[in-house]
Nanobody, 122 residues
Framework: QVQLVESGGGLVQAGGSLRLSCAASGRTLYATGWFRQAPGKEREFVAARSRAGTSTDYADSVKGRFTISRDNAKNTVYLQMNSLKPEDTAVYYC???WGQGLGIIPAVYDYWGQGTQVTVSS
């Protein structure tokens, strides 16, 4: 069993930065991802990291601005978000899966955090 707890969301001006954290408890060998959901929209893929950390993938809308990383010693996954835009406003969720590879759709993930709100003002 894996439990995920996100933190780090908040209100930031356009152009600013935030770092989201996702602290995991339980077993540690899993691939991870970040998704987001804006009001009235489907949950969408943001970033993914393979279990070994050798591969990452990003949505086109965040490439070059967001970075997914993991601190194994702290069992924590991060999403560094730079050059934020108003369209990045959403609830952000971290997710974990037992598969080794990258997962870009919600259905392949086994565990989810509760979400953290990110609001970017113009």
């Amino acid at each position: 069993q894996v439990q995920l707890v996100e933190s780090g969301g908040g209100l930031v001006q356009a152009g600013g930065s935030l770092r989201l954290s996702c602290a995991a408890s339980g077993r540690t060998l899993y691939a991870t991802g970040w998704f987001r959901q804006a009001p009235g929209k489907e949950r969408e893929f943001v970033a993914a990291r393979s279990r070994a950390g050798t591969s990452t993938d990003y949505a086109d809308s965040v490439k070059g601005r967001f970075t997914i990383s993991r601190d194994n010693a702290k069992n924590t996954v991060y999403l560094q978000m730079n050059s934020l835009k108003p369209e990045d406003t959403a609830v952000y969720y971290c997710a974990a899966r037992w598969g080794q590879g990258l997962g870009i759709i919600p259905a392949v993930y086994d565990y989810w955090g509760q979400g953290t709100q990110v609001t970017v003002s113009s």
